[in-house]
């Protein structure tokens, strides 16, 4: 004869079962939370700034005088050196009036030279020679003159270089200092970026040193490389552009040999503000206002709410500072790489079951 325990073993199973059963369906599912990882301290110091590639040393070439272009030379992109004729404008008049000089000069010499024999015979007082003597000085700056207006007329090309630019065109008549062509020498580069005003307020100031440290240097990078070029200072601004109300920065390096960059090509400047802007004791975080919340046993205790994996939350005690346009500062026993609940961080608690709330494709 069976035992009775034994028979009615399969009735006490499955009544367990059912029990686990009433009990998994009785929970609550995990709640969808909105989470945000934080960034670390240097990376969230990161900018970048556009900017624009210039030849370091770069001239416009003009005349001095307004004439018609006889002769141009020069083309875009042509290798020059130091003296080579660049253009030459209309010179006759400048020649008649270096002749006429020349004449003067001449004429005043030999009245020079013949009061001079006069004088040494007593024929003629000191005064009348003097006379001569300032008559020839006039001359011969008038001839200089002369010879400068001519010297004028040609423009030269006044370092080893390259013709940028050429915005004229042969037999045109050009102004005074209009500019007939751009010359640049390669070698230097200068990259110029703007940088906004809101960012200089913030650098501490120092009377016994630049605003921006001379030996800091600067990640360059040009078009849609992400290679960087390191750049050093070279000149700023001190006054913004009424427009943009920013400080012109100009950055120099010499001519990367991997890489062809022309005059006006674009770059992009990289800063750490880390090294611009002053440490601060602790990491500063900046989190959605609506990141931060008080739990009922310490009303005065602002917390955020860390994720713990799978389905949990941790909360963290901060302290917090000020609503900037990048959120509200927080600060605590936050880590770069924590994901922290970014919105209705009032709503949570530490014995709730979270999943991390994924936005669906179309909205």
Not at 61 to 72: D, K, N, T, Y
Not at 140 to 152: C, G, H, I, K, S
Not at 215 to 220: C, G, P, S, T, Y
Not at 259 to 264: E, K, N, P
């Amino acid at each position: 004869m069976r035992n009775p325990l034994i028979r009615l073993l399969p009735v006490v199973l499955a009544l367990l079962l059912t029990a686990g059963d009433a009990e998994s369906q009785n929970e609550p599912p995990p709640r969808p939370v909105k989470l945000i990882t934080l960034e670390a301290s240097s990376a969230s110091l990161q900018r970048q700034f556009p900017a624009r590639v210039e030849a370091t040393t770069r001239s416009n070439l003009s005349f001095r005088m307004a004439g018609e272009l006889l002769e141009l030379n020069v083309s875009p992109g042509q290798r020059v050196t130091e003296g080579t004729l660049i253009a030459r404008i209309d010179d006759r008049a400048m020649r008649s009036e270096l002749d006429s000089a020349r004449s003067r000069l001449d004429l005043a010499q030999a009245t020079h030279e013949r009061m001079r024999y006069t004088l040494e015979r007593g024929a003629i007082s000191q005064a009348r020679f003097d006379e001569s003597e300032a008559e020839l000085r006039a001359a011969r700056a008038t001839f200089e003159q002369a010879e400068e207006q001519l010297e004028n007329t040609q423009l030269r090309a006044p370092y080893d270089g390259v013709i940028a630019q050429v915005p004229v065109d042969n037999r045109q008549i050009v102004q005074v200092q209009e500019t007939v062509a751009v010359i640049q020498q390669p070698g230097q580069l200068d990259v110029i970026f703007h940088l906004p005003q809101q960012i200089v307020q913030q650098i501490p100031r120092n009377d016994e040193v630049t605003p921006f440290e001379t030996a800091m240097a600067f990640e360059v990078r040009f078009g849609n490389s992400e290679k960087p070029y390191l750049a050093q200072l070279a000149s700023y601004t001190t006054q913004a552009s009424a427009q943009s109300l920013a400080y012109e920065v100009t950055l120099r390096l010499p001519q990367p040999d991997d890489i062809t960059l022309l005059d006006g090509m674009s770059a992009t400047v990289r800063l750490d503000l880390g090294q611009l802007l002053p440490a601060s004791e602790g990491a500063v975080w900046h989190l959605p206002p609506e990141a931060v919340s008080y739990r009922g046993d310490s009303p005065e205790q602002a917390v955020v709410w860390r994720f713990q994996a799978p389905d949990r939350l941790e909360a963290v005690p901060v302290e917090v500072g000020r609503l900037t346009s990048r959120g509200l500062e927080v600060s605590g026993e936050l880590d770069a790489d924590d994901r922290v609940v970014a919105a209705g961080a009032h709503r949570v608690s530490a014995d709730m079951r979270v999943t991390p709330w994924e936005k669906e494709q179309g909205l």
